[in-house]
């Protein structure tokens, strides 16, 4: 037991009948620690996680969470924001986050204050009498937000949360995480959007085919990705046409709008590809040579 | 604990807050009585009825005797003369009036009569309470009048002779014997047919319920915070609250109008009012095979619930659920006629039948003392069962969307879940 960590996983196995989901999978995650749970769908990371919550039962492993198995009093600490959510529809909002804090043990009263300061907050002040089913899609999702930290939880985990917000309420929630980190509180952020797992996590874990491939702070798997000569090229030019299709150079574009990403094949310098646009009789506007994105990162992985 | 009860409160308020709970409350007695009350309101209008009928009579000699009869006398049964004519062609002609409409029906009597040959009666309309309670009476009379006569018996002694006997019936019960003119028939139909109501009503509300985190995406988040036996008992509590609710504020209402009933005159003569096999102990048992049959069947319910995705899909799983509510009410009618034979009381213990069958012998007066802790027994064994399976079909169901399971994959839930 180690009181200081949020999240222990060791040797999770789970199978549904010959369908390995989770593969011998360990994980630990500090308090007060934001880290990125990533890999494309189907990777495994749901499964991770209810298996973690003991909504369903591993095959075999041990889970510690908060310094305790997850019992129901451990898990009373902890905040889950599915993938797959809704929320009761005929029921009033104010009293549906009221229902939420109580199954944590927050009791009714606090659990109204508490509902009411976050609704305040969202922007939702106006709606704490409304039913449920009457709020918009993105409305439905800061409450269902709310819901996940209203009892003051010390561990949040959080599948997809950003997934279908506007901008503003993206950045409005990405401020809360960050606060809720800054309170004290770990965060397991499970995502296939590397933008945002770049922007808040300090580390991260990649899952692919049911096997984690990745795991460490980011800093370090960025430098790793470095050290092994993974680079990333910014390019800007007028011509060249088709040079960023050859497949000898060119692993992997992606196309910003004013440049291109694009990750090199191995073994292939920056400075080749400089020359080969050159060559093309390309006029170069912009080249930078920089650490790969974790997208980059992420990709190269999950095609090994 | 607290957990278990924020559940219950949910489920309660979110059913008793709604239009639903309301509109049921009001509509089922009005609807119930209207049931009882339109059959009888067209059997009394029926048999004040003048039916217009004709008669052939080939004896020559019937016909007389038949009109003497206390249904021509008391004008139930009104005579119409047949035209003239041929046999085949009177018959015909009736045949017309009948089609027509001038004329209910007609009897034909042949010449053979009084040495044992039959009558027919020609109608449209031929129930059952027509031939048998009607005619069959009057020309057997009419018949037997005749042959008296015939033997050279004074009239009065004719009159002694083919005079209708009543049987009144009286049923013997514990505290003694009651006058029974079919009251206690009646109270006990009714109150299966409560019981059966109300355990369609529930039961098919914890089906809604079962589906409802499935279809609302809700079950993942409650599922982190309480275990599925948790939610799964909440919510049978919580409807079940709802349910003794509603029977409650019934329950009030009828007890308030019987007491406004009982000061008034004009109940106070109604005979059939009286002796009523009602009393407390019959509430209570009615009370307790509710919660009983309830449970029973809310947790068969919830299984179908568990099964389906959504709510419509559960309503197509539920008919074998409700098949087997159905089936006591088509028992029903054995019971009422011998409620004291073999098949009756069997019958009546069968734990999925037992809420409607035994509330019904129970009220007819023919339970024994020791059949109420026995079939509350076999009542908890089947609740624990149901609930064992339920439990566990309900955990794996939870999470499993989309595909709905085939048999062998539901087998495979209730022995690893």
Redesign the interface.
Known sequence: MDGNLAIRLENIHKQYGTKVAVDDFDLTVPRATICGLLGPNGAGKTTTI?VM?D??GADSGSVELLGQPPT?EA??R?G???E????????KVLELLE??G????TPRRVGRQRASRWLERLDLADWADKKAQDLSRGMQQKV?FI?TVLHEPELLILDEPFSGLDPLNVDLLKEIVLEEKSRGAAVLLSTHNMDQAERLCERVVMIKDARKVLDGPLTEIRREAWLAGQRQVLLAMEGGAGLLEDRSLVADVEDRGVCFAVSLQEGVEPQQLLEAAMAAGAIVHHFQVSEPSLHEIFVARARE | MSKLIAVIRREYMARVRTRWFIVITILAPVLMIGAMAIPVALLVRESDRVLAVSVIDESGQLLEELLATEVFEEGRLRYTPPPDGEPAMVVEALRQQVLGGQLSGFLYIGADVLEGGAIEYWGRDVGLTLVDATLEPATTTAVRRLQARMLGLEPSDVAQLTREIEVAAYRVTEEGAAREEGQSAVVAHILALMIYMVVLLYGAMMLRAAVAEKATKTVEIILSSVRPWQLMLGKTLGVGAVGLTQIGIWLAVAGLLLLYAAGAQAFADVEFMQDLPLGVDTGLLFIGLFLTGYFVYGGLYASVGAIASSEHEASQLQFPVTLLVIIPLLIIPIVLESPTSNASVILSWIPFFTPVLFIARYALGVVEVWEIPLIFTLQILTILCVAWVGGRIYRVGLLMTGKRPTLPELVRWIRHG
């Open positions: 209810r919550l909504i369903i129901p898990r009373d902890i889950y924001l599915p797959e959510r809704g929320l009761y529809p005929k029921m229902f939420l109580e199954l944590k043990g269902q819901g």
